[in-house]
């Protein structure tokens, strides 16, 4: 069994920053990409970054003002967020491919998410 556990979600102002933090835990034999994903009111739930062992990919609306990491000795994905929008406000999930053994292909997996907030 395999969890993700976001935090570092909360409240900030326009302008400001905040560090999402995702710790995978469990039977992983390896983890294939680990991403962001988020969901505002109302809206379907899209794509913010993603980091694998070729790079990392970033949604148009978070390019140059987010930054995707990746520890692998903590199995942690974080999460930079930086210049913050009202329009960013959204829960933000954590995804992953991880694979818990070498015989089978990599499962996906969902942290529950942590909301985020941008207000004045």
């Known amino acids: 069994q395999v969890q993700l556990v976001e935090s570092g979600g909360g409240l900030v102002q326009p302008g400001g920053s905040l560090r999402l933090a995702c710790a995978a835990s469990?039977?992983?034999?390896?983890?294939?990409?680990m991403g962001w994903y988020r969901q505002a009111p109302g809206k379907e739930r899209e794509l913010v970054a993603t980091?694998?062992?070729?790079?990392?990919t970033y949604a148009d609306p978070v390019k140059g003002r987010f930054t995707i990491s990746r520890d692998n000795a903590k199995n942690t994905v974080y999460l930079q967020m930086n210049s913050l929008k009202p329009e960013d406000t959204a829960v933000y999930y954590c995804?992953?491919?991880?694979?818990?053994?070498?015989?089978?292909?990599?499962?996906?997996?969902w942290g529950k998410g942590t909301p985020v907030t941008i207000s004045s």
């Open positions: 995804n992953a491919l991880i694979r818990y053994s070498v015989l089978f292909s990599p499962n996906e997996y």
């Open positions: 469990g039977s992983i034999f390896s983890i294939n990409a």
């Open positions: 980091i694998t062992n070729d790079g990392m």
